[in-house]
């Protein structure tokens, strides 16, 4: 199959640049070192950026006059990009409360969207692989600078790539989501059921793209490792430990990282041309095992408006932890830096997500203590856009303008990410 550059899925390099976005928001706090192995901050620290934000934000009052304004953006966008349905909640502590459903949930049977549905949320799911890794930091389990060869065997360069790198997106490792041939398995049989060792074993016959900490490139197969080092760690599977260590601590009750392919209901239907023929298919009830720890996971807006919150403010990390968490190194796009599983876009803390059918934003503005969140039922991307990208940028151009939430339609050619 021919595909342009702009078609994402997890197996896209276009998609690896949608996740980038979601690198953008992890520059907040100075750089201080916490492993259960070393207190010195790591060589490639010199490099790294410190972005504070300003200490106020410029933040319009959510008026019904700026929620007509904002009814108008959102329907707007939806009707150019061709988007079925779109969740949004904007909070501003002061300012006041935008959530709406637009369009349809599921376009057999023109089901109206509403706010309590939930969806899969892509590369969202970093944030939440991620925070284990450091919960286990905090326990002394493991430490940022291991290598990963202590954890997991037969890695390229494994006992030079840290945890830490992997966290950062700077291994060099393939990304197995680029390989042709599971490009061609996956979209052959979107119910086939993958091994984190059958994704790992796409990705190492490979040559690594890079040296350990040399620069950023996204890659999904930093999370599975991640994933694994989970396992080894905690003895427990990556969705029972992410249920007892992250979800339940959250009172994230309606999040899950599914063993399988369930859905609960209520959930909206997804929509894709990431197909053989690209037509546009329900990918709803594709199996979510090719992407594990990288994008495998479910929510809805209310744990999203919570998470968003405690990945940027690090309320389950000790302070020095969060930290090195929000920590970013440049990326190569303009206003975005990537820290330890979270990005900065200018300003907003958090991660975006997409997969076969569902696109997510979920990001935090510290400067205004304020919290958005977008979740739509497609992926399919209008003029190179990532849709979801569209809808938080219009929302924040309203309300935030000082801090407009943006992900260019493509790489800039000096960026370290491939296009």
Same mark, same amino acid.
């Given at each position: 199959?021919?595909?342009?550059?702009?078609?994402?899925?997890?197996?896209?390099?276009?998609?690896?640049?949608?996740?980038?976005?979601?690198?953008?928001a992890?520059?907040?706090?100075?750089?201080?070192?916490?492993?259960?192995?070393?207190?010195?901050?790591?060589?490639a620290?010199?490099?790294?950026?410190?972005v504070?934000?300003?200490?106020?934000?410029?933040?319009?009052?959510?008026?019904?006059?700026?929620?007509?304004?904002?009814? &108008?953006?959102? +329907?707007? @966008?939806?009707?150019?990009a061709? *988007?079925?349905?779109?969740? /949004? !909640? =904007?909070?501003? $502590?002061?300012?006041?409360?935008?959530?709406?459903?637009?369009?349809?949930?599921?376009k057999?049977?023109d089901?109206?969207?509403?706010?309590?549905?939930?969806?899969?949320?892509?590369?969202?799911? &970093?944030?939440? +692989?991620? @925070?284990?890794?450091?919960r286990? *930091?905090?326990?002394?389990? /493991? !430490? =940022?600078?291991? $290598?990963?060869?202590?954890?997991?065997?037969?890695?390229?360069?494994?006992?030079?790539?840290?945890?830490?790198?992997?966290?950062?997106?700077?291994?060099?490792?393939?990304?197995?989501s680029?390989d042709?041939?599971?490009?061609?398995?996956?979209?052959?049989?979107?119910?086939?059921?993958?091994?984190?060792?059958?994704?790992?074993?796409?990705?190492?016959?490979h040559?690594?793209?890079f040296?350990?900490?040399?620069?950023?490139?996204?890659?999904?197969?930093?999370?599975?490792?991640?994933?694994?080092?989970?396992?080894?760690?905690?003895?427990q599977?990556?969705?029972?430990?992410?249920?007892?260590?992250?979800?339940?601590?959250?009172?994230?009750?309606?999040?899950?990282?599914?063993?399988g392919?369930?859905?609960?209901?209520?959930h909206?239907?997804?929509?894709?041309?990431?197909t053989?023929?690209?037509?546009?298919?329900?990918?709803?009830?594709?199996?979510p095992?090719?992407?594990?720890?990288?994008?495998?996971?479910?929510s809805?807006?209310s744990?999203?408006?919570?998470?968003?919150?405690?990945?940027?403010?690090?309320?389950?990390?000790?302070?020095?932890?969060?930290?090195?968490?929000?920590?970013?190194?440049?990326?190569?796009?303009?206003?975005?830096?990537?820290?330890?599983?979270?990005?900065?876009?200018?300003?907003?803390?958090?991660?975006?997500?997409?997969?076969p059918?569902y696109?997510?934003?979920?990001?935090?503005?510290?400067a205004?203590?304020?919290t958005?969140?977008?979740?739509?039922?497609?992926?399919?991307?209008?003029?190179?856009?990532?849709?979801?990208?569209?809808?938080?940028?219009?929302?924040?151009?309203?309300?935030?303008?000082?801090?407009?939430?943006?992900?260019?339609?493509?790489?800039?050619?000096?960026?370290?990410?491939?296009?």
């Amino acid at each position: 199959m021919t595909r342009t550059p702009e078609r994402r899925l997890f197996t896209t390099k276009a998609y690896r640049r949608i996740a980038v976005a979601a690198l953008a928001a992890a520059g907040l706090l100075t750089f201080t070192a916490c492993t259960s192995t070393s207190t010195s901050a790591p060589p490639a620290a010199a490099a790294a950026t410190s972005v504070s934000p300003s200490p106020s934000a410029s933040v319009r009052k959510l008026t019904p006059a700026v929620s007509d304004q904002l009814d &108008k953006a959102v +329907t707007r @966008t939806m009707r150019q990009a061709g *988007v079925p349905g779109v969740i /949004v !909640g =904007l909070w501003v $502590p002061g300012k006041g409360n935008y959530v709406r459903a637009f369009g349809v949930a599921d376009k057999s049977n023109d089901t109206a969207m509403s706010d309590g549905l939930r969806m899969r949320i892509g590369s969202e799911t &970093k944030t939440f +692989t991620v @925070t284990g890794v450091l919960r286990l *930091v905090d326990a002394g389990k /493991v !430490g =940022l600078d291991d $290598p990963v060869s202590k954890y997991v065997d037969d890695v390229p360069n494994g006992d030079r790539i840290t945890l830490r790198q992997l966290a950062e997106m700077r291994s060099g490792l393939f990304s197995y989501s680029e390989d042709a041939d599971f490009d061609k398995a996956f979209l052959s049989d979107p119910d086939r059921r993958f091994t984190p060792q059958e994704l790992l074993d796409y990705s190492f016959k490979h040559s690594p793209n890079f040296q350990p900490g040399e620069k950023f490139e996204y890659s999904n197969t930093n999370l599975i490792l991640l994933g694994l080092v989970v396992e080894k760690a905690s003895g427990q599977s990556l969705a029972d430990y992410l249920e007892q260590q992250v979800l339940d601590p959250s009172h994230l009750d309606h999040t899950l990282f599914p063993t399988g392919t369930e859905f609960p209901d209520p959930h909206a239907h997804g929509y894709t041309n990431q197909t053989l023929n690209g037509r546009v298919a329900d990918a709803t009830d594709w199996d979510p095992s090719w992407a594990w720890a990288a994008g495998a996971m479910i929510s809805d807006l209310s744990d999203l408006r919570e998470w968003a919150r405690i990945v940027a403010t690090g309320t389950l990390l000790e302070p020095a932890t969060q930290a090195q968490r929000l920590r970013t190194l440049p990326t190569g796009y303009p206003g975005t830096g990537y820290g330890l599983g979270i990005f900065d876009n200018h300003g907003w803390l958090g991660h975006n997500g997409s997969i076969p059918g569902y696109q997510t934003v979920a990001v935090y503005l510290p400067a205004a203590k304020a919290t958005l969140v977008v979740l739509s039922n497609t992926d399919i991307p209008y003029q190179g856009n990532e849709t979801s990208t569209l809808f938080a940028k219009a929302i924040t151009t309203i309300v935030t303008p000082d801090n407009v939430y943006n992900l260019p339609p493509a790489p800039p050619a000096s960026a370290s990410p491939s296009p």
